[in-house]
């Protein structure tokens, strides 16, 4: 597993998984902010209390199901605008109550002169993916991905580094954002699938051509 995390592997993946994956992707990301928009409007329109307690609720939503959808493509599944709508309300409260975990815990982290927040951020960086992909509780993934990334935090953040620099350096010299969006999510998720064991098979997946899009 250790030699698949390097700068080359992250770089290659984010690309191939781009290029792959751009027109989904942007389909995905046009479907979530008209609906997003849609649900708004409708909700302050009733009431403004209302209308923020939607917004809030429709956020967690989205956000869910853009990743659930985002690491089906990563794996060479099809994906599903259903997903943005029918998630379990268990696991999206585990998501929900994760994210604030998370927030407070590399928060702290951050004020504790930077590098420890840092450390933080890399040790829980899969508890999001493993209560999307895995149906885990918002302790048991947090528990899982420190064990999991133990030994490769630096391995990560280097190739996050590294790869993130090229984007940067890229999209000042040439117009990348279309394509960078996608491939900074999918090298994201890349140590994901490879602390997991599921790389080899979503590289099979997506070999194999599929890629198919469901209605719901």
Known sequence: MKELMTVGSFL??????AKRNFLKFFGMIIFAIVAFII?????YSINESFGGILTLVFSILISFGFLKNTINLT??????????????PVTLLHFFVAMIILFIVISIGMILLI???IILSY???LTP?????????????ITESMKLTKGYKMDIFVGHFIVFLLINIASMLI??????IPMALFVQIYPYLVLTGQLENAKAKMDGGSDAVQAG
Do not use: R
């Not at 649900?39 to 909700?43: C, E, K, N, P, T």
């Not at 117009?175 to 960078?180: K, W």
């Open 39 to 43: 649900i708004v409007f409708v909700g």
């Open 115 to 117: 590098i420890p927040g």
């Open 12 to 17: 290659n993946f984010g690309i191939e998984s």
């Open 129 to 141: 993916y493993l209560i999307i992909d895995k149906n885990m509780g918002a302790i048991e993934a």
């Open 123 to 125: 040790m829980l960086i």
């Open 175 to 180: 117009v990348t954002l279309p394509f960078t």
């Open 75 to 88: 794996k060479g599944e099809p994906i599903s605008f259903k997903a943005f709508f029918s998630a379990n």
